[in-house]
């Protein structure tokens, strides 16, 4: 059955969905009408999984039909995101990469094998979409990956602040679509691409907010390698391939940083 309320104004947007509020202490996610259905409900078979593990995630609801567009019902936070956090209170960026390296290290500590594809193939998949990587670069990307070692971990894909939530009941993590079974650096080094490359963007103008991504990086980091020491030499190897990997997400912007990561890596290969 087809539900035609007023919604109000969304309380978020995002690249794939608008949040609004609803009732019974949820919010609802509602996909763009070009989004596919069966991609919302792989959404919220992984959710209910990974909620089963304990993870500090929130509660999945309903799949609904809303003025013609499919709906996911969550459980609703109050609070913020952690990425709205360093803004807000930038003198906690040390606090914060911490809490991120805590949290990351946590879901790394839990094997997860049913219903996840493999880390591997996915990041082998973006590589040969990436259309603006270099032939050559993209040939030894592909080789590099092939020789880093798998892993049967839960790695959620997209970890970073935009994807924490701060509320009075502690951190909650969100937006698991990109989540594989894997090896637990590659998605360290996505998480380092994701925070450094930020830096290079236009949205983050000046010295200052420049510095502070470098600083909540490298606390992020430190922190993460002294809860799982080791690994820090494998850590570096993934990282020029996970930059491959992020050119398949077209960010202009973006690209030449990228490509320099993959470029410096293999200069000498």
């Not at 929130?58 to 952690?82: C, F, K």
């Not at 803004?87 to 991120?100: A, C, D, E, S």
């Not at 969100?174 to 996505?190: Q, Y």
């Not at 990086?217 to 002294?226: E, G, K, P």
Request: hydrophobic share 40%.
């Amino acid at each position: 059955m087809e539900l035609k309320p007023e919604l109000g104004t969304p309380i978020a947007l995002g690249r794939t969905a608008e949040i609004y509020a609803w009732q019974d202490n949820q919010v609802l996610k509602l996909f763009y009408d070009w989004f596919p259905l069966e991609s919302i409900e792989y959404e919220a078979q992984i959710a209910r999984s990974i909620s089963a593990t304990g993870l500090p995630v929130p509660a999945v609801g309903d799949i609904i039909r809303i003025n013609q567009r499919n709906g996911l019902l969550y459980e609703r936070l109050n609070g913020e995101s952690m990425f709205a956090a360093l803004i807000h209170r930038p003198w906690n960026v040390l606090r914060y990469g911490r809490h991120l390296a805590e949290l990351q290290a946590d879901m790394h500590a839990r094997s997860f094998q049913t219903g996840l594809p493999f880390q591997r193939q996915k990041i082998a998949n973006k590589i040969h979409q990436a259309s603006t990587l270099p032939p050559q670069l993209q040939a030894k990307s592909l080789s590099a990956l092939e020789e880093l070692p798998e892993d049967n971990r839960l790695c959620h894909g997209d970890f970073h602040p935009g994807n924490i939530l701060v509320t009075p009941k502690g951190y909650r993590i969100i937006d698991w679509i990109d989540a594989s079974c894997g090896n637990p650096l590659a998605d360290v080094a996505r998480t380092s691409i994701l925070a450094l490359g930020a830096a290079e963007t236009p949205q983050v103008k000046g010295a200052l907010p420049k510095v502070w991504v470098r600083l909540f990086h490298h606390a992020y980091i430190s922190r993460y390698f002294q809860i799982c020491p080791g690994g820090r030499d494998e850590y570096l190897r993934w990282l020029p391939v996970v930059a491959a990997a992020r050119l398949s997400e077209d960010i202009i912007e973006l690209q030449p940083w990228l490509i320099a990561q993959v470029a410096s890596r293999y200069a000498e290969r």
